[in-house]
């Protein structure tokens, strides 16, 4: 069972353009969320996270919604920029406190941004 | 700085072999994570470990063991390799909390 779910595998949007990265759990007891973004060859990069007890956070060019009622995140990154390319993760834990944590990954979105 | 590093980068190894791989944290972070990611997944949580105990641990068979030394530094073990098992391994450290720094991987494939 799927309990992170990113639905689109893949997603092209143009320089300058915003680009939405949708993510959806099924575990209620999620209360952090985080992105990382992958380039190939390297590790996962966190980009941004959100507790539970906000909506909202923004870092920059990237803010990141929270919809608990829907259990739905997403990642707008606006504008988007061609070094953007590259495969996003949704992540989510039970934050048990600082020293305890796993994390559930989704599947990823490759973005492609276009020049 | 160093960020993760890990080694081997790449390996191959048979069905039945035996694969350690081997994972130093960032100066200062005490907690490290193991994830192992097949092609087309997200990564999936192994262990964690935490002050060298063990903090948590994944849905992964006993044949896959971990370990976290005095300086922090860990080993994942893998014994009687399965076909499967072929995957990114990834290696993560972390001060406090859940934001992870991972290293770039072993990829390792099992023939």
């Known amino acids: 069972d799927q309990q992170v779910k990113q639905n689109s595998p893949s997603l092209s949007v143009q320089e300058g353009r915003i680009s939405i990265l949708n993510c959806d759990y099924t575990?209620?007891?999620?209360?952090?969320f985080l992105w990382y973004k992958k380039y190939p060859a390297e590790g996962p990069t966190f980009l941004i996270s959100?507790?539970?007890?906000?909506d909202k956070n923004e870092d920059g060019r990237f803010t990141v919604f929270l919809n608990k009622s829907a259990k739905h995140l997403s990642l707008h990154i606006v504008p988007s920029q061609p070094g953007d390319s590259a495969v996003y993760f949704c992540?989510?834990?039970?934050?048990?406190?600082?020293?305890?944590?796993?994390?559930?990954f989704g599947k990823g979105t490759l973005l492609t941004v276009n020049p | 700085d160093a960020g993760v590093t890990q080694s081997p980068t790449h390996l191959i190894k048979t069905r039945g072999q035996h694969v350690t791989l081997r994972c130093s944290p960032i100066?200062?972070?005490?907690?490290v994570s193991w994830y192992q990611q097949v092609l087309g997944q997200g990564p999936q949580f192994i262990f964690q470990?935490?002050?060298?105990?063990?903090?948590g641990r994944g849905n992964f068979p006993d044949r896959f063991s971990a370990r976290q030394f005095p300086n922090y530094s860990s080993e994942l073990n893998v014994n009687a390799l399965l076909l499967g098992d072929s995957a990114l391994y990834l290696c993560?450290?972390?001060?406090?909390?859940?934001?992870?720094?991972f290293g770039s991987g072993t990829q390792l494939s099992v023939l």
């Open positions: 993560a450290s972390s001060f406090w909390g859940e934001k992870l720094f």
């Open positions: 575990n209620s007891m999620f209360d952090y």
């Open positions: 959100i507790s539970s007890i906000k």
């Open positions: 992540a989510a834990s039970v934050q048990g406190g600082g020293s305890n944590y796993k994390l559930t």
């Open positions: 100066s200062g972070h005490k907690s």
């Open positions: 470990y935490y002050e060298k105990e063990e903090r």
